[in-house]
T-cell receptor, first 114, second 112 residues
Framework: GAGVSQSPSNKVTEKGKDVELRCDPI?????LYWYRQRLGQGLEFLIYFQGNSAPDKSGLPSDRFSAERTGESVSTLTIQRTQQEDSAVYLC????????????FGQGTRLTVV | GQQLNQSPQSMFIQEGEDVSMNCTSSSIFNTWLWYKQEPGEGPVLLIA?????ELTSNGRLTAQFGITRKDSFLNISASIPSDVGIYFCAGPFSGANSKLTFGKGITLSVRP
């Protein structure tokens, strides 16, 4: 497809389990972003990848959260030992350059921790 | 930290009415963005504002970048049912264009 693709669209997991969320950016986009959206809230920045530069991890809420990106392609966001407060929609976005203002968002993964 | 304030949380209008939404901050922003999010989808950029005082239109949407750089508003004229959704304002963190901070959003309902 032409847009940012995220999978799965929905994920229900038990508290304490690890989860992996996947993002396929728009082809050719060098920048990739992860955001978290809790119910009734705005988006919170988590992490930013730009090409082969070291990622900006300043938004990750705890060391249970990590993300990887291979080159300028797929990214995975991993949450270890999930907690109920991790329940949220996780949104990925990508942009051609380093301007987040020009990013396109995927449809998100809705994570529910029970 | 930098926060964007949007209120009220919800707005209910009649089809055909105009509606105005405001976004304020205690910090200066050099760029203001307005997004719309529909259920099950990611936010879609509606309008981007880059200069204080700038007034920009996109169809029935008009947005302005406040001259103090601490506020912006979005107007929707002649609302239609498909305008329903959550409207977010956003701007770059402390001038770092690689990450955005978002308001909590305003949920707009349009009665036919």
């Amino acid at each position: 497809g032409a847009g940012v693709s995220q999978s799965p669209s929905n994920k229900v997991t038990e508290k304490g389990k690890d989860v992996e969320l996947r993002c396929d950016p728009i082809s050719g986009h060098t920048a990739l972003y992860w955001y978290r959206q809790r119910l009734g809230q705005g988006l919170e920045f988590l992490i930013y990848f730009q090409g082969n530069s070291a990622p900006d991890k300043s938004g990750l809420p705890s060391d249970r959260f990590s993300a990887e990106r291979t080159g300028e392609s797929v990214s995975t966001l991993t949450i270890q030992r999930t907690q109920q407060e991790d329940s949220a929609v996780y949104l990925c976005a990508s942009s051609l350059g380093r301007m987040a203002t020009e990013a396109f968002f995927g449809q998100g993964t809705r994570l529910t921790v029970v | 930290g930098q926060q964007l304030n949007q209120s009220p949380q919800s707005m209910f209008i009649q089809e055909g009415e105009d509606v105005s939404m405001n976004c304020t901050s205690s910090s200066i922003f050099n760029t203001w963005l307005w997004y719309k999010q529909e259920p099950g989808e990611g936010p879609v950029l509606l309008i981007a504002l880059y200069k204080a005082g700038e007034l920009t239109s996109n169809g029935r949407l008009t947005a302005q970048f406040g001259i103090t750089r601490k506020d912006s508003f979005l107007n929707i004229s002649a609302s239609i049912p498909s305008d329903v959704g959550i409207y977010f304002c956003a701007g770059p963190f402390s001038g770092a264009n690689s990450k955005l901070t978002f308001g909590k959003g305003i949920t707009l309902s349009v009665r036919p």
